[in-house]
């Protein structure tokens, strides 16, 4: 299959990924909350094993300046900081209550619409680059889009929307993620867009410290911990081993 191929494919197949929402209209919310939080730390995990096993190890490995890579991470871990502040909005990967006001969920799509257009540029990048990097790449965004889709499907529901609305809606911002791939494909005939490997591994840096693992620090008890921790590792540990198999 072909690069485009490959970024296409990709690009629909983490816009499927946003009917995950459904499963919260069916599980109870006891269930779905034992069930999300590990989720959660495992996406965590597979975020930091997609940027310190496959991203970073790629972009040095170009021959890009070591300074350069680092920096363009750090330019990723900042642009990802200042849209959160801009918005004034933290993904939030657990069902809310239903005293949740409507614009919250105006906010929830416009961050999920551009950080999967951002993800969308970088995963692209990475499939320019490399077919093995972007499928490591893209194994690792969509890890993490399984909970944040549980959650902002959830956000939608609770702020009043219809789950028939919500679901569509929700959709529709996932397939910006396709059109930031196409964005990075066609932008690379005439430019190079390698730099976007290490922003993007700013990016999953970020998310994993800031968003996700936040949500699972707390002391929920001993086993639930060790259950968090385990996820994480488990995470890490599939990336690692996608590499292998990949190399």
């Known amino acids: 299959m072909s690069t485009l191929g490959w970024i296409v494919a990709s690009g629909v197949a ?5 009917l995950v929402g ?13 069930v999300l939080l590990p989720l959660v730390a495992f996406a965590a995990g597979t975020l930091l094993g ?15 300046p070591s300074d350069d890579v680092f920096l363009w991470t750090l330019a990723g871990f900042a642009v990802f900081f ?19 006001k409507r614009p919250l969920t105006y906010l929830v799509l416009i961050a999920d619409g551009l950080h999967n ?15 093995r990097l972007g499928i490591g790449a893209w194994l690792a965004a969509a890890a993490h889009e399984v909970p944040q889709e549980l959650g902002d499907f959830a956000v939608l529901v609770h702020g009043g929307w219809r789950r028939r609305s919500a679901l569509l809606f929700n959709v529709l911002s996932a397939l ?11 932008s690379s005939f005439n430019t190079d867009v390698t730099f976007l490997i290490p922003f993007a591994a700013g990016n999953f840096i970020y998310i994993a410290a800031s968003d996700l693992i936040p949500e699972v620090k ?8 060790v259950v968090h921790l385990a ?5 890490v540990a599939l990336l690692y081993v996608v590499r292998l198999a990949l190399e």
């Open 218 to 225: 707390h002391d929920h008890g001993l086993r639930a911990n």
């Open 117 to 131: 257009f951002l993800g969308g540029l970088a995963v692209a990048a990475a499939f320019i680059a490399d077919i």
């Open 14 to 18: 983490m816009s499927a990924i946003a």
């Open 82 to 100: 200042g849209l959160e502040q801009f918005l004034h909005w933290r993904h939030s990967h657990r069902p809310v209550a239903d005293g949740d």
């Open 231 to 235: 996820a994480l590792v488990a995470g």
């Open 50 to 64: 997609g940027a310190f096993l496959h991203m970073l190890p790629a972009a040095i490995a170009s021959g890009a």
């Open 22 to 34: 459904v499963v919260t209209t069916v599980l109870p919310a006891e269930r779905l909350q034992r």
């Open 176 to 186: 910006t993620f396709l059109v930031g791939g196409l964005v990075a494909y066609w």
